[in-house]
């Protein structure tokens, strides 16, 4: 069965800093991955994703997102994050057409 | 281009009364639609998941059922609603080896 692994419930970072939300993931065969966003009271929008290629995905308001398949992880990153960034964001995982699972969410608090 | 549409946007309805959300997409075909349910602004939990008209995958034991009477259209139902059936559901559609895009959300509150 797959899986996605989110492991810290809240990250917080300076504004202007590199931020990075952790995801591991686990499946048989290869993974499609992904980074969704979600303000409150709203449903999810999308980020990135990764199926196949680069290993280093590039997504919406300059996150991006390596894939590692030996550690089986796509972490999200940002090189110099703003307080807008401050949101609850999902890493998902499908395989095919199969369904898409999502991790239990990071909260991003990013402080001025 | 897509749109997905999802209604109503909030709900209040009491124990043991029926349910039924809507959601229905444009502008694409045969897509895979799913149903989430998210608690307390945090996990989504998958309920239900079509590939196709009529073809409805149940992640959960529940209180819930879903039907896909027309391939743009999936229905979210409860006969007898709990309180625990309280929570923000989230509609959306795919296409295979693409991302998802979801609805604006239902609260569901029953009192």
């Known amino acids: 069965a797959q899986s996605v692994a989110q492991p810290e419930d809240q990250v917080n970072v300076a504004e202007g800093n590199p931020l990075t939300v952790k995801c591991t993931y686990s499946v048989s065969g290869n993974p499609y991955l992904f980074w969704y966003v979600q303000y409150p009271n709203r449903g999810l929008q999308f980020l990135l994703k990764y199926i196949t290629g680069d290993n280093l995905v590039k997504g919406s308001y300059g996150f991006e997102a390596e894939f590692n398949k030996s550690q089986t992880s796509f972490h999200l990153k940002k090189p110099s994050a703003l307080v807008s960034d401050s949101a609850l964001y999902f890493c998902a995982v499908s395989k095919s057409t199969d369904k898409l699972i999502f991790g239990t969410g990071t909260r991003l608090q990013v402080f001025p | 281009s897509q749109t997905i549409h999802q209604w109503p946007a909030t709900l209040v309805q009491p124990v043991g009364s029926p349910l039924s959300l809507e959601c229905t997409v444009e502008?694409?075909?045969?897509?895979?639609l799913y149903w989430y349910r998210q608690a307390a602004g945090r996990g989504l939990q998958l309920l239900f998941y079509s590939v196709g008209i009529g073809q409805i995958s149940s992640e959960v034991p529940q209180n819930l059922s879903a039907s896909r009477p027309q391939d743009r259209q999936f229905i979210l139902s409860s006969k007898k609603l709990l309180l625990s059936d309280s929570g923000f559901y989230l509609c959306?559609?795919?296409?295979?080896?693409?991302?998802?895009?979801f609805g604006q959300g239902t609260r569901l509150t029953v009192v």
């Open positions: 959306a559609w795919s296409l295979s080896y693409t991302e998802a895009f």
């Open positions: 502008g694409t075909s045969n897509p895979n």
